[in-house]
Nanobody
Framework: QVQLAESGGGLVQAGGSLRLSCAAS????????MAWFRQPPGKEREFVAT???????TYADSVKGRFTISRDNAKTTAFLQMDSLKPEDTAVYLC??????????????????WGQGTQVTVSL
C-alpha cells in the first residue's frame, strides 16, 4: 500500500502564492504518475496537474501559466507551486498517484492512491 500526505494549504489573498507538498510512503513503484486534483465547495473533483516518472507534465487550462507541478529526485514527493491565485482556486486539493506507468493521466479513475486533502482558500 501507498500512503499520501498533503501539506501546505491555507488562507491567502488573491494574487498570492502557496506551495503544496505530497509525501508518499509505503510500497513504491518508480514508474508512476503523481497528480493534484481539487474539489471546490459543492462541485465535483477536477484535474489540476500531473507529472510522469520521466518529468513530463500536463496542466488543466484553468491553471496553465500560474501553477507548476514538480517532484523530487527520489520521486516520492510531489509539489504544486501556485502563483497568481484567484478566488476560484478555492478548493480542497488532493494528491493522487498511479500504481502503473500511465502516460499523463488526467482522470480520477486512473489513480489508485489518494491523500486526505488540504484546504486552500483564496480571499479577495
Amino acid at each position: 500500500q501507498v500512503q499520501l500526505a498533503e501539506s501546505g494549504g491555507g488562507l491567502v489573498q488573491a494574487g498570492g502564492s502557496l506551495r503544496l507538498s505530497c509525501a508518499a510512503s509505503g510500497r513504491t513503484f518508480s514508474r508512476n504518475a503523481m497528480a493534484w486534483f481539487r474539489q471546490p465547495p459543492g462541485k465535483e473533483r477536477e484535474f489540476v496537474a500531473t507529472i510522469n516518472w520521466n518529468g513530463d507534465t500536463t496542466y488543466a487550462d484553468s491553471v496553465k501559466g500560474r501553477f507548476t507541478i514538480s517532484r523530487d529526485n527520489a520521486k516520492t514527493t510531489a509539489f504544486l507551486q501556485m502563483d497568481s491565485l484567484k478566488p476560484e482556486d478555492t478548493a480542497v486539493y488532493l494528491c493522487a498517484r498511479t500504481s502503473s506507468a500511465i502516460a499523463s493521466p488526467t482522470m480520477t479513475w486512473q489513480y489508485d492512491y489518494w491523500g486526505q486533502g488540504t484546504q486552500v482558500t483564496v480571499s479577495l
